[in-house]
């Protein structure tokens, strides 16, 4: 009797073929998740740009590039953002700019939004922080992100 399942189990050759594939659109969904994270650090801090725009350009659903994302850089696409966000405003701060400055310069709507996530991020307020870097007892790159050491 003659087998009619519809596929054929792969020869020799073919696993290597199956694996190349494999591997290259692993290391392309990496590639792509690396550049987007690098795209986001210096563009997506102020541009607005939407997780349903950028899964577009890719063919992906926003659920899949959200799920490589977070595979890749550990955190989802807004966590980054607003990671990035509080980073450009600690260092505004800490070059000396007031608070309200800081938080246009890192792309918040508003000063009270800005404190809120400094303050659950960094562990302090941005006045306080501002006060620790003026004094000379702290410095930026010691003051890491909380959620960062997780």
């Not at 054929?8 to 073919?14: A, C, I, S, V, Y």
């Amino acid at each position: 009797m003659k087998d009619t399942t519809p596929h054929e189990t792969p020869r020799k050759g073919q696993y290597l073929a199956i694996a190349a594939v494999a591997c290259t659109v692993l290391l392309f969904e990496i590639l792509v998740t690396r550049i987007l994270s690098v795209t986001l650090s210096y563009h997506f801090a102020f541009l607005t740009i939407s997780l349903a725009m950028l899964a577009r350009a890719l063919d992906w659903t926003p659920a899949h590039l959200s799920r490589e994302f977070r595979k890749h850089v550990g955190m989802p696409p807004y966590a980054y953002l607003l990671q990035l966000r509080v980073a450009i405003g600690r260092r505004a701060l800490a070059d000396g700019a007031t608070i309200a400055a800081a938080a246009l310069a890192a792309g918040f709507a508003d000063q009270s939004h800005f404190t809120r996530e400094f303050r659950r991020r960094v562990g302090t307020t941005p006045g306080a922080f501002q006060a620790l870097v003026a004094s000379d007892k702290v410095h930026i790159k010691s003051m890491q992100d909380r959620r960062s050491r997780s």
